[in-house]
């Protein structure tokens, strides 16, 4: 049976593959299809470039996704409330809405604290993690990687 380890070691081999096609789709360039040679008036083509953008649409995610965890994190720190209402590390990384933050939470499904991604908010009078409204962000535990 394979574990963790082995399975991102399969994902990063992937995400080489993923990260070509896009490339060859142009993908990265325009966000889109729109750099493909592609006849607008020939019905099967407009199929396949529509199923096609699903499709790249998807592993632009899945290589973003990839490319996350294998990034090495370059600080582990509590969060602080500075002067300005934003929350902050030691080494000064800042969140406010719509930041990415990796953190260590609790819930009710699982028996130990465990790191998970994602974004923050702000709801008129605090900033809070999107999915963990009720826990207080002043003190918690946060990782940060490095850029890609």
């Known amino acids: 049976m394979a574990d963790l380890q082995a399975a991102l ?3 990063v081999k992937l995400n080489w ?5 896009l490339k060859f789709t142009t993908y990265p360039d325009y966000d889109d299809l729109s750099g493909l040679d592609i006849n607008f008036s020939d ?7 529509e199923e096609l953008r699903r499709i790249t649409d998807k592993l632009a995610d899945v290589e973003e996704y990839i490319s996350y965890l294998t990034r090495p994190i370059t600080e582990v720190s509590r969060l602080r409330k500075g002067t300005a209402g934003k929350y902050h590390t030691a080494k000064g990384h800042y969140y406010d809405c719509c930041s990415n933050i990796e953190a260590l939470v609790t819930d009710e499904y699982h028996n130990v ?3 998970t991604r994602t974004t923050v908010e702000h709801n008129g009078e605090d ?5 963990y409204k ?10 940060v990687r490095s850029a890609a």
């Open 9 to 11: 070691s399969e994902a």
């Open 17 to 21: 593959s993923i990260s070509q096609f």
């Open 43 to 49: 019905g099967e083509q407009l199929l396949l470039w």
């Open 113 to 115: 604290p465990y790191w």
């Open 127 to 131: 900033y809070y993690l999107v999915g």
């Open 134 to 143: 009720g826990l207080p962000m002043n003190g918690l535990r946060v990782r």
